[in-house]
Nanobody, 121 residues
Framework: QVQLVESGGGLVQPGGSLNLSCAAS????????TGWYRQAPGKQRELVAT???????NYADSVKGRFTVSRDNIKKTVTLLMNSLKPEDTAVYYC???????????????WGRGTQVTVSA
Protein backbone atom coordinates (compact mmCIF):
# COMPACT_ATOMS: atom_id res chain seq x y z
CA GLN A 1 0.00 0.00 0.00
CA VAL A 2 1.41 3.41 -0.92
CA GLN A 3 2.47 5.63 1.94
CA LEU A 4 3.57 9.21 2.43
CA VAL A 5 7.12 9.43 3.78
CA GLU A 6 8.93 12.34 5.41
CA SER A 7 12.70 12.58 5.69
CA GLY A 8 15.41 15.04 6.65
CA GLY A 9 14.79 15.62 10.33
CA GLY A 10 17.53 15.66 12.92
CA LEU A 11 19.33 17.62 15.60
CA VAL A 12 20.49 21.14 14.78
CA GLN A 13 21.81 24.07 16.77
CA PRO A 14 19.78 27.29 17.09
CA GLY A 15 20.23 29.38 13.97
CA GLY A 16 20.86 26.32 11.86
CA SER A 17 18.94 24.88 8.92
CA LEU A 18 17.23 21.67 7.94
CA ASN A 19 15.53 20.57 4.74
CA LEU A 20 12.57 18.20 5.09
CA SER A 21 11.21 16.19 2.18
CA CYS A 22 7.87 14.49 1.60
CA ALA A 23 7.26 11.90 -1.10
CA ALA A 24 5.10 8.90 -1.87
CA SER A 25 6.65 5.52 -1.10
CA UNK A 26 5.96 4.41 -4.69
CA UNK A 27 7.44 6.44 -7.53
CA UNK A 28 4.35 5.97 -9.69
CA UNK A 29 2.42 8.34 -7.42
CA UNK A 30 2.57 12.15 -7.52
CA UNK A 31 1.85 14.47 -4.63
CA UNK A 32 -1.03 16.94 -4.82
CA UNK A 33 -1.61 19.92 -2.52
CA THR A 34 0.44 19.49 0.64
CA GLY A 35 0.46 20.75 4.19
CA TRP A 36 3.35 20.57 6.62
CA TYR A 37 2.30 20.26 10.26
CA ARG A 38 4.22 19.94 13.50
CA GLN A 39 3.45 18.71 16.97
CA ALA A 40 5.56 19.50 19.99
CA PRO A 41 5.29 17.46 23.21
CA GLY A 42 2.15 18.37 25.13
CA LYS A 43 0.86 20.61 22.35
CA GLN A 44 -1.70 20.30 19.60
CA ARG A 45 -0.65 19.65 16.03
CA GLU A 46 -0.36 22.94 14.16
CA LEU A 47 -0.22 23.85 10.51
CA VAL A 48 3.16 25.24 9.48
CA ALA A 49 2.98 25.71 5.71
CA THR A 50 0.93 24.72 2.68
CA UNK A 51 1.54 24.50 -1.03
CA UNK A 52 -1.08 23.95 -3.71
CA UNK A 53 -0.78 21.94 -6.90
CA UNK A 54 0.03 25.19 -8.67
CA UNK A 55 2.71 26.21 -6.20
CA UNK A 56 0.85 28.84 -4.16
CA UNK A 57 2.12 28.89 -0.60
CA ASN A 58 0.99 29.98 2.86
CA TYR A 59 2.81 30.02 6.17
CA ALA A 60 2.06 30.24 9.85
CA ASP A 61 3.09 33.59 11.30
CA SER A 62 5.62 31.86 13.54
CA VAL A 63 7.66 30.63 10.56
CA LYS A 64 7.17 33.38 7.96
CA GLY A 65 10.47 34.57 6.59
CA ARG A 66 12.31 31.52 7.95
CA PHE A 67 10.64 28.52 6.30
CA THR A 68 10.10 27.93 2.59
CA VAL A 69 7.89 25.22 1.11
CA SER A 70 8.40 24.16 -2.49
CA ARG A 71 7.55 21.33 -4.84
CA ASP A 72 9.45 19.48 -7.52
CA ASN A 73 6.93 17.89 -9.86
CA ILE A 74 9.63 15.95 -11.70
CA LYS A 75 11.04 14.41 -8.55
CA LYS A 76 7.51 14.22 -7.11
CA THR A 77 8.59 15.70 -3.81
CA VAL A 78 7.57 18.57 -1.56
CA THR A 79 10.28 20.11 0.59
CA LEU A 80 10.27 22.36 3.63
CA LEU A 81 13.46 24.39 3.96
CA MET A 82 13.81 25.62 7.53
CA ASN A 83 16.31 28.38 8.26
CA SER A 84 17.15 30.31 11.42
CA LEU A 85 15.79 27.50 13.53
CA LYS A 86 14.79 28.20 17.12
CA PRO A 87 14.37 25.85 20.07
CA GLU A 88 10.61 26.42 19.85
CA ASP A 89 10.64 24.82 16.39
CA THR A 90 11.39 21.49 18.06
CA ALA A 91 8.61 19.07 17.14
CA VAL A 92 7.67 16.09 15.05
CA TYR A 93 6.96 17.35 11.54
CA TYR A 94 4.32 15.68 9.39
CA CYS A 95 3.25 16.10 5.80
CA UNK A 96 -0.34 15.71 4.71
CA UNK A 97 -1.19 15.40 1.04
CA UNK A 98 -3.32 13.87 -1.63
CA UNK A 99 -1.73 11.35 -3.94
CA UNK A 100 -2.36 10.92 -7.65
CA UNK A 101 -1.73 7.59 -9.31
CA UNK A 102 -0.17 7.25 -12.72
CA UNK A 103 -3.65 6.50 -14.02
CA UNK A 104 -4.95 9.79 -12.68
CA UNK A 105 -6.88 8.54 -9.66
CA UNK A 106 -6.81 10.94 -6.73
CA UNK A 107 -6.46 9.62 -3.20
CA UNK A 108 -7.14 12.14 -0.49
CA UNK A 109 -5.71 12.96 2.93
CA UNK A 110 -2.57 10.88 3.37
CA TRP A 111 -0.41 11.46 6.45
CA GLY A 112 3.21 10.56 6.89
CA ARG A 113 4.54 9.10 10.13
CA GLY A 114 6.55 12.20 10.90
CA THR A 115 10.19 13.17 11.29
CA GLN A 116 11.71 14.55 14.47
CA VAL A 117 13.30 18.01 14.42
CA THR A 118 15.23 19.02 17.51
CA VAL A 119 16.77 22.46 17.86
CA SER A 120 19.17 22.57 20.76
CA ALA A 121 22.61 23.81 21.68
Amino acid sequence: QVQLVESGGGLVQPGGSLNLSCAASESSFSISGTGWYRQAPGKQRELVATITDGGSTNYADSVKGRFTVSRDNIKKTVTLLMNSLKPEDTAVYYCNAGLISRGGTYYTNYWGRGTQVTVSA
